[in-house]
């Protein structure tokens, strides 16, 4: 879920040399901004490209394979992808090991797990 919310809203357990997040001109806000999601080892995996607004829930799937052990979220101030318009980016692992796991309602930046499927869980 996309909360609008700067780095300083990050609520989670993973180390700060895991999970790391950069606000930049001044941080996502109120308004709608454009989420990509890529999986953070090959850029060119594209697992979301959207708007989205504040509150609103999206989905991080890939039809084919597993997604990444570790995530690359970038949110622009529009939709056109370039480094003047990046308002926030992060990464972090999502994998949900036993050493980092991850929780429902954790927060990254601006985004918020609100649910995930694994292979043991279905």
Known sequence: RYSGA???DSSNIQNPS???CTDLDGGP???GAFV???DEAAGDVVYFADFVVPGEFFSVERDTTDIANRLNI???SSDIISPENMVQTLSFQSSCS???PLFLNNRFG???LSS??????G
Do not use: P
């Open 110 to 112: 601006s985004m918020q």
């Open 74 to 76: 970038t949110v622009y």
């Open 36 to 38: 990509m999601v890529t």
């Open 6 to 8: 700067d780095c300083s």
């Open 116 to 121: 995930f499927r694994n292979e043991e869980q």
């Open 18 to 20: 895991v999970f790391v």
């Open 98 to 100: 036993t050493d980092l």
């Open 29 to 31: 806000g109120t308004d």
